[in-house]
């Protein structure tokens, strides 16, 4: 007995450094395109134009300490600046106006220099300036709902690729995966890499090993960390406290060496919007939805008419009877968590091509994933595709009412009081309930 | 490398102000998730409610202690309504309820709506005074402390701190070894049983929550008042995180755990953080494969690996007794 506690023991921790080593090999790839050691003040320059980021070049940034000057920056073709510090200090950032594009302004337009800000030892310090478009002409407001309703099924369409995986890893085997949220930046971080910093593939060929790897990364942690702890039977609110400290470690690795400035796919971005039955739309969001859809199409054909995906539904529904009927049910959960992560990875290069490729993108879209699958009740499939495009078009319209950066809370807010209200989801499944 | 500059780094820190507020929210989430089983994973919306409540009093003219009462009243004002909904229902709602709760309210404090009263993004400064006036050490003065050498402004926060610490675990005690307490851990070991005895159990997991809401929130009052700052994102969702790390560390479900955890893991978190900027300074391979900025955050990822580290392995924590543990195996 001991030696088989001994043995999985061993086993959990080889995976766990084996899984750090696949981890760090991406991160050191990334980390070869250089980031300055010491502090430094940096941001990104985008305005939005029908929830699309597109950068603004060419404005000029100077940063000064008590007066006077320590540097200044212009924004490259993404957007990005960056000023190198001497060290850790107090500081106050300006945005040259004279170098805004004739349309570009600041919203705030009181917000020209940033005075107090705190930089930290070693601290690679974000700034934003809020950019938008200087009250020149306000589209109607049937075209700006409806292109608005356009950005929240795109957002809805990445949500559901998401967290088909994060509900289905529940519905298998019951844990509330927090680490789900880490595959997502990693299928985008690992396209970025193929895509921009090393061999310069096409995005839609460096998307295409980032799933793959999406699908390891999932599979491999099923093998290597979960399996094992079920094993050990390890409580199910424990195994949600490990997936917490997986994704903490994986959100900083990443952090570590991809950096914490966001960065945009240089295929695709600044797309110009073209109008349709003139509403207007980017194409790459109507790619995404579509693409989407047809993925998600074929996760419900899948379940329901492969032989795989009936052995899936029988485990999720009652896995020992599930297995007593002679299915491997430790093989469908691999199967689960490899598709899950595949999915997980391919929401995350779709959510890079229409925000950015940032450390903390998939931590960003957890709760909204968490939301979905609430809101389509929890475990069931189709119940979270609804979910998702349900909080991916409230989460977009709520900027009719709401500040923009309060958009996220509005999906929050839905989360809890559907919780409150009617926590077996809208698409009721009532034996869930407890 | 400097282990002597690590160590003393890593000594300060164990002993800081932080740590004390650590402890002392430890304690709150001690109280909601070691003792009565609750998954808190909103904790820090507490600790910003204590530290808002404070800063945003005196800001409106109050005085800073009526501040710090504000925010311990928000703080169970929000364990109410956090708590009535959810408790009845599975452990894994509470958990999501809390997280989402958690955020939601920091992108609330932090948005342009609210910067007429909580400062949006810039925060609020320099409410702390009346704290200070009381100092009974010289501010700018240097004091020995054996290996360590803290300023009188500090100190006197070290000392307020620590006390606090050292009070509230002993009432804490009291507390966990009256029939109440007992009742607690009940609930955690198995609810249903409590509940066909005739005890209220939803009534005493809403008092658990309350009152562990109560002391984040005053937690989250040292910590500004320290710091003479309150800012949005110093109350990102890590720091629940780095909580279950300190409570888990020192032994869920224990009486001087959270104080234990508290000190070891500050200790723990600059120690590594000054060895890591040292040896990525000096040690030439490592500073090939690591930037500057990359080798402060290498902390993080073991705060992580630790915490999965704990659980499998050591899931009593240092104090706690294997039988009795709250989570793991």
Aim: proline share 4%.
């Amino acid at each position: 007995m001991r030696t088989r506690i001994g043995s999985v023991l061993g086993k959990t921790v080889f995976g766990l450094l084996a899984l750090l080593t696949v981890t760090l090999a991406a991160a050191v790839a990334a980390s070869a395109q250089g980031e300055e050691p010491g502090e430094s003040i940096g941001g990104t320059l985008f305005q939005r134009i029908d929830g699309e980021r597109v950068p603004v070049e060419g404005v000029v940034i100077v940063v000064s300490q008590d007066g006077t000057e320590i540097g200044s920056a212009t924004s490259d073709a993404e957007g990005t600046w960056l000023v190198q510090l001497p060290g850790p200090g107090s500081y106050s950032v300006r945005l040259d106006e004279s170098t805004l594009p004739e349309d570009v302004g600041l919203t705030d337009p009181d917000r020209t220099e940033l005075p107090d800000i705190n930089v930290t030892s070693g601290q690679d310090r974000q700034v934003i300036f809020q950019l938008g478009e200087s009250a020149l002409e306000q589209p109607g407001t049937f075209t700006r709902v409806a292109a608005l309703f356009v950005v929240g099924l795109k957002l809805g369409a990445i949500i559901a690729l998401c967290a088909i995986g994060l509900s289905l890893i529940f519905a298998v085997t019951g844990l509330v995966n927090f680490a789900h949220a880490e595959l997502v930046t990693l299928g985008a971080v690992i396209a970025y890499l193929l895509h921009a910093a090393g061999p310069h593939w096409p995005l839609v060929a460096a998307a295409v090993p980032a799933v793959i790897a999406g699908a390891f990364l999932g599979w491999g942690q099923e093998k290597v960390l979960w399996k094992p702890l079920r094993r050990r039977r390890m409580g199910l609110l424990s195994m949600m406290v490990v997936s917490i400290g997986v994704g903490f470690a994986l959100r900083f690795l990443i952090l570590i060496f991809y950096g914490g400035r966001p960065r945009a796919y240089p295929d695709f971005a600044g797309q110009a919007a073209t109008p349709i039955l003139g509403i207007p739309v980017v194409p790459k969001q109507l790619v995404t939805i579509g693409v989407a859809v047809a993925v998600l199409g074929a996760v419900g054909l899948f379940l329901q008419k492969t032989q795989a995906g009936t052995a899936l539904r029988a485990v999720r529904d009652d896995s020992a009877l599930a297995e007593s009927s002679g299915i491997d049910a430790q093989r469908v959960i691999a199967l689960t968590w490899a598709m899950g992560g595949a999915l997980a990875a391919m929401g995350g290069v779709f959510f890079g091509l229409t925000e950015s490729v940032q450390w903390d993108m998939g931590f960003q879209l957890l709760l909204l994933m968490f939301a979905a699958v609430i809101l389509g009740g929890i475990g069931t499939t189709y119940g979270t595709m609804a979910g998702a495009f349900i909080v991916g078009v409230a989460v977009e319209m709520s900027v009719l009412f709401v500040p923009s950066e309060l958009k996220t809370a509005v999906g929050l807010v839905l989360l809890i009081i559907v919780l409150i209200f009617r926590p077996q989801g809208l698409l009721a499944v009532r034996e869930r309930i407890s | 490398m400097d282990l002597i500059a690590a160590l003393g780094s890593g000594l300060s820190a164990a002993i800081g102000p932080v740590a004390a507020a650590y402890a002392i929210s430890a304690l709150g989430l001690n109280l909601q998730f070691g003792y009565t089983g609750l998954l808190n994973f909103g904790h820090v919306a507490f600790m910003l409610m204590g530290a808002y409540g404070t800063a945003m009093t005196v800001e409106a003219g109050g005085s800073l202690w009526l501040g710090i009462v504000v925010g311990i009243l928000a703080a169970v004002g929000l364990g109410l309504v956090l708590g009535l909904p959810t408790l009845r229902q599975r452990a894994e709602y509470l958990a999501i309820t809390t997280i989402a709760a958690a955020e939601v309210l920091r992108l609330v404090v932090r948005s342009s709506w609210a910067t007429e009263v909580t400062g949006g993004v810039f925060g609020l400064q320099g409410f702390a005074d009346e704290f200070f006036a009381l100092n009974p050490f010289t501010s700018s003065a240097t004091y020995d402390l054996g290996p360590i050498a803290v300023t009188g402004r500090r100190l006197w926060v070290v000392v307020v701190g620590w006390t606090l610490v050292v009070v509230l675990t002993l009432v804490m005690r009291k507390v966990i070894q009256s029939p109440w307490g007992r009742l607690l851990r009940a609930i955690r070991e198995d609810e249903d049983t409590a509940r066909s005895v005739g005890k209220n159990v939803f009534a005493r997991k809403l008092q658990a929550l309350t009152l562990g809401g109560a002391l984040g929130a005053l937690a989250g009052a040292l910590l500004a008042i320290e710091q003479q700052n309150v800012n949005p994102d110093s109350f990102r969702p890590e720091i629940t995180f780095i909580l279950y790390v300190v409570v888990i560390l020192g032994g869920a479900g224990t009486i001087w755990g959270p104080v234990i955890g508290a000190i070891t893991f500050q200790f723990l978190f600059f120690f590594v953080d000054t060895l890591m900027r040292d040896t990525q300074a000096n040690v030439a391979w490592v500073g090939a494969v690591i930037s500057a900025a990359g080798a402060a955050q290498v902390r993080f990822v073991l705060v992580g690996l630790g915490l999965v580290a704990l659980l499998i392995f050591r899931p009593q924590g240092l104090l706690g007794s294997r039988k009795e543990a709250v989570v793991g195996a």
